[in-house]
């Protein structure tokens, strides 16, 4: 799986859009792009994920450039409990029991 | 909506004692994994399941451990004899088959080996 790159930290203010940035240039073309999220220690949540078109659901939206080397999550209007380690990660879709690896993320802090 | 659940929340046991975790995947779906995070680092993957088999499992997932699917709807990870270094969140995630690639997590269990 391509290696991601992402910016150790974040600050948002509450009610604005917060831009999540993730660097995979060695992706491949049959990888996906896939971002989760960690409140606090519980269980990583999914948010959204991508192969090449951009993509939108209630929780975010996810622009993949054009050569697929980078991606932006947004969460269009931030809350504090959008506060949050937030993970991209790039791996082969619907293979067998493919697990999901894990970097360092990108804590994102929301303030009011 | 369907979700992933585990027990217990907590786990404390002593040095040497043997814990079982408990995950009860989301219904109908196929694929089960166990991941770990020790405090301050990264989630970690330990081992992935299907039709009744390991699919993958990491270097940490050595001959102390153990996983069991033992009825319908219980995924179980067992530690035979805990070391001190075992202390950690353990997660539950599964997956459907078709259609989807999407794994969803459980809230996991903190396990303390004093």
């Known amino acids: 799986d391509a290696k991601t790159t992402q910016p150790t930290s974040m600050d948002c203010a509450e009610g604005r859009a917060a831009n999540l940035p993730c660097n995979h240039s060695?992706?491949?073309?049959?990888?996906?792009v896939y971002w989760y999220r960690q409140i606090h220690s519980q269980g990583p949540q999914y948010i959204i994920h991508g192969l090449k078109n951009n993509e939108t659901n209630e929780m975010a939206s996810l622009i993949i450039t054009e050569d697929r080397k980078s991606s932006t999550l947004i969460l269009p209007h931030a809350t504090l409990r959008d506060t949050a380690v937030y993970y991209c990660i790039v791996r082969v879709g619907v293979e067998y029991g493919n697990k999901l690896v894990f970097g360092a993320g990108t804590i994102l802090r929301v303030k009011s | 909506e369907p979700e992933v659940t585990q027990t217990p929340s907590h786990q404390v046991t002593q040095m040497g004692q043997e814990v079982i975790l408990r995950c009860v995947p989301i219904?109908?779906?196929?694929?089960f994994y166990w991941y770990r995070q020790i405090l301050g680092q990264k989630v970690e993957f330990l081992v992935s399941f299907y039709n009744n088999e390991i699919s993958e499992k990491s270097e940490i997932f050595d001959d102390q451990f153990s996983v069991e699917r033992p009825d319908g709807s219980n995924f179980t990870l067992k530690i035979r004899s805990t070391k001190l270094e075992d202390s950690a969140m353990y997660f539950c995630a599964s997956r459907w088959d078709r259609g989807t690639d999407t794994q969803y997590f459980g809230p996991g269990t903190r396990l303390t080996v004093l």
């Open positions: 219904s109908n779906h196929l694929y």
């Open positions: 060695t992706i491949s073309g049959n990888e996906y």
